[in-house]
């Protein structure tokens, strides 16, 4: 079983998601909360997968982020919003968001979404992805796309597999590899752009035109 942890200010989104991902069947939501009782909840309850609201009244979701970032074993945390032009998702990108969410996601697709955090993939909203290609990459980020060039044949193979949100043994077992050897070309990529995370990654990916058929 998959354990989330659901984050949001609004009692409807939190049920609303409770209910949809734990008719998947895999997928256990072993506590919701409003943002002040985030951190407390998911210490407690130590889940695999957190979906934070990005905006909240009380705590905000950048704030939590940082804190979870800190853990010793921090869970996979993906960010939730309403709006696709948010001026926070860059810098949550920096601070090691694992991907993004509208919330206005369809119920059939939340379920698979939170599989792929799970096995270590990458989640962007397309909505999101093309606000952010713009804004996050621009200026200092365009810097690292000059870095593909150095990518290796391999590694830029690996990293156009790891923008389509593919995990390390989905694409050990795509390019006849094991996860030990993925493991080590991931690390090389993302020392190599210049990026801390898969998603900044997939964003230079994007940007680069890896992505293009």
Known sequence: MIRVVVVDDEELV????????????????????????????????????????????????????????????PPVVAMLTTFDSDEYIATALRSGAAGFILKDTGPDQLAQVVRTLAAGGVVL???????????????????????????????????????DGLSNADIGARIHVSVGTVKDHVSAILTKLGVGSRVQ?????????????
């Open 14 to 73: 939190r049920s609303g998601f409770r209910l949809i991902l734990e008719a998947a069947g895999d997928i256990e939501v072993v506590a919701t909360a409003t943002g002040g009782q985030a951190v407390k909840e998911i210490g407690l309850h130590r889940p695999d997968v957190v979906l934070l609201d990005i905006r909240m009244p009380d705590v905000d979701g950048l704030s939590i982020l940082r804190e979870l970032r800190g853990l010793a074993q």
């Open 125 to 163: 909203s397309p909505k999101v992805t093309k606000t952010v290609v713009d804004g996050y990459l621009s200026g200092a980020g365009s810097a690292a796309v000059a870095q593909v060039e150095k990518l290796t044949e391999r590694e830029r193979a690996v990293l156009v597999l790891i923008a």
């Open 201 to 213: 990654a997939a964003l230079v990916a994007q940007r680069a035109g890896l992505l293009e058929s």
